[in-house]
């Protein structure tokens, strides 16, 4: 049985029968152009990704491109018509997008070919024409910069292979999503750090725990919003702005978003300065749940893993992350809670991650590991 328990309602806003009967006739149209992916299309993030600021251990991203194609091959969850999101959430300067490909078709932009993107905004393109994607495939998706661009916005390291005018890169530059109308499970987005990312599995095997997840849910759109070293309540040159900072941006702006699971907590323990206060963390747990409701979604959160055998785990640190985990089980915060710890826990010694899941460092878990956590994510507390 999966390890999740129930906290709060599992439906909000329920409907007189006659108030739904007359909502249904009323939206049936809708429906209808949504499952074709006409003009009411409802949009869901089926591949999504968190940006960070480029650091001077970034050449490419910190001195930007001119003339350049960043080619980008991602898996899909969800299928369905197709349109792109771009972001430069840290530009300084607008950059030009285009022309651009997706599954060797034309993109457009209000039907032109070439777009600017705002220095800290969001582009979407128009619904890629001939473009419907099967769930589960992959996409590939080619980017011209005029530029010169001046500094990108950027994921770091998706752990997949793409590329930057021909060499091999594991970063993906200012895409952000991929939104498709063809989800007909759950659409949920991770908030998380290095373990959502991908961080304990090979590049190129789609093993990560979101992927995995959605594999499990056929027809769900699940956004991989982890960033590796992100932290809940503090932010950081490199591993970007901690959860809170980058809610509103990274999950509050998904089209068709159902749920969002927060798997965030370990960095604020482990990474200096070492959190001790387990109040703290909780406090910023319920900003994220006050903040997820008023904007009518579920919010699941997870109990954080151990790290005995990581270079900065403690004994007091171990028991800090008790603390949290204990109330996060009991205290009725989310409105479901995903046992993360349970699932990776070693029964012979509770502090560390059960050897068969253990990439090697203490910390992340192998794709055995990523499978354990996918299967202690229950269906029905995602809708």
């Known amino acids: 049985m999966p390890a999740v328990t129930v906290r709060g309602p599992a439906r909000r806003g329920v409907l007189t029968a006659a108030a739904g009967v007359a909502a249904v006739a ?54 369905g018509r197709v349109r792109l999101r771009y972001g430069h959430a840290f530009g300084a300067v607008p950059v030009l997008v285009g022309p651009v490909t997706a599954g060797g078709r034309a993109v457009t932009f209000g039907g032109r070919r070439q ?12 619904p890629v024409d001939g473009l419907s994607s099967p769930d589960g495939s992959q996409l590939t998706v080619e980017t ?7 500094p990108l916005s950027f994921h770091r390291n998706t752990h997949a292979s793409h590329s930057v005018d021909g060499a091999r890169t594991t970063s993906v530059f200012l895409l952000t999503g991929v939104e498709v ?16 990312e991908g961080v304990g599995t090979p590049d190129d095997a789609d093993l990560r725990w979101p992927d995995q997840l959605a594999r499990r849910l ?18 950081d040159a490199r591993f970007g702005p901690g959860g809170q900072a980058r809610f509103d941006r990274d999950v509050l702006a998904l089209p068709g978003l ?6 965030l907590g370990v960095n604020d323990l482990q ?54 985990n204990r109330a996060v089980r009991t205290g009725h915060l989310f409105d479901a ?20 899941f253990d990439s090697g460092d203490g910390l992340h878990p192998n794709p055995s590991g990523h499978a354990a956590l996918a299967g202690a994510v229950d269906r029905r507390h995602l809708l």
Request: hydrophobic share 40%; glycine share 10%; proline share 8%.
């Open 258 to 263: 159902r749920t969002v699971l927060v798997q």
């Open 181 to 196: 109308t063809g989800a007909h499970g759950p659409v949920v987005a991770v908030l998380g750090d290095s373990v959502a």
């Open 337 to 356: 809670v995903a046992d993360f710890d349970t699932a990776l826990r070693d029964p012979a010694r509770p502090s560390r991650l059960r050897p068969a």
């Open 26 to 79: 009323a939206t049936a149209p809708t429906a209808r152009a949504s499952q074709r992916g006409g003009p009411g299309a409802a949009w869901a993030t089926s591949w999504a990704t968190a940006q960070t600021a480029p650091t001077a251990a970034d050449p490419v991203a910190t001195a930007g491109l001119t003339e350049g194609v960043c080619t980008a091959t991602v898996r899909l969850s969800a299928g």
């Open 218 to 235: 056929p027809g769900s759109a699940v956004a991989n919003l982890g960033i590796s070293g992100n932290r809940l309540l503090l932010d």
């Open 271 to 324: 990474q200096p300065p070492a959190q001790t206060d387990s109040s703290l963390v909780l406090a910023g747990y319920r900003q994220l749940v006050l903040r997820a409701r008023s904007a009518g979604l579920r919010i699941v959160g997870s109990t954080i893993t151990p790290f005995e055998g990581w270079t900065r785990w403690t004994p007091q640190l171990d028991e800090v992350r008790r603390r949290i």
């Open 115 to 126: 777009a600017w993107l705002a220095a800290g905004a969001s582009l979407t393109s128009d």
């Open 144 to 150: 011209r910069l005029p530029g010169p661009t001046g």
